[in-house]
């Protein structure tokens, strides 16, 4: 079956540095692939739609600047937190789908949990 | 806009019994698609089921059915024979067919506890 890699698991960081994220399609290619951010114990938040060779859509209050993404092959996504500050620390998912639009169901990622010390 | 809504934070269940899990959407669009995914405390999100609104027949996975009402537009998850292993976050998350908008939107939660 599909399957999606992110990577790292776990990162720690210093307050004001960058952090990036990986999110690469194992076994299959993805035109498109979504980020989200989830705080404990709540749903998953939509942060932007990653597509490759084009730039990324981002959802209404996310700050771009912020939140780089990059899609520049068929199977890797990044999402790079810059100047990264307490507040950012969060669990970051990834989900692609094999079949491009998602009618059978995204795959996710492991997910990424950022401490910002 | 589409809104997918979870009115039960939080639901438990005996070992071996069955529990239904409330999903209630609000949506214009006639065609979508409905799912069930599950992230359990690894927070790995897995799907657990899919439904399209066009076809009527419920879907079912094993242990897992939905009760599929489109014109109350209502998208229950039921669970058979509950297990340990069910223990999990379950999300119930709406697609809209619409070639520009792929994103999934995602209610709020049902955290299950299994008892054993």
């Known amino acids: 079956g599909a399957v999606v890699s992110q990577h790292p698991s776990r990162v720690i960081c210093k307050s004001g540095t960058s952090v990036k994220i990986e999110c690469r399609s194992l076994d299959f290619q993805a035109t498109t692939m979504f980020w989200y951010r989830q705080f404990p114990k709540q749903s998953l938040m939509l942060m932007a739609t990653s597509n490759e060779g084009s730039k990324a859509t981002y959802e209404q209050g996310v700050e771009k600047d912020k939140f780089l993404i990059n899609h520049a092959s068929l199977t890797l996504s990044t999402l790079t937190v810059t100047s990264a500050h307490p507040e950012d620390s969060s669990f970051y998912i990834c989900?692609?789908?094999?079949?491009?639009?998602?009618?059978?169901?995204?795959?996710f990622g492991s997910g990424t949990r950022l401490t910002v010390v | 806009a589409q809104t997918v809504t979870q009115s039960q934070p939080e639901m438990s269940v005996q070992e071996a019994e069955t529990v239904t899990l409330s999903c209630t959407y609000d949506?214009?669009?006639?065609?979508?698609?409905l799912f069930w995914y599950k992230q359990p405390p690894s927070r790995q999100m897995i799907l657990v089921i899919r439904q399209e609104a066009y076809k009527q027949q419920n879907a079912t996975e094993n242990r897992f059915s939905v009760n599929f009402q489109k014109a109350a537009k209502s998208f229950s998850l039921k669970i058979s024979d509950s297990q340990l292993g069910d223990a999990a976050m379950y999300f119930c998350a709406y697609r809209s067919p619409d070639s520009g908008t792929y994103k999934y939107i995602f209610g709020t939660g049902t955290r299950l506890k299994v008892l054993a």
């Open positions: 949506t214009s669009e006639s065609d979508y698609y």
């Open positions: 989900s692609a789908s094999q079949d491009g639009w998602g009618d059978y169901g995204y795959t």
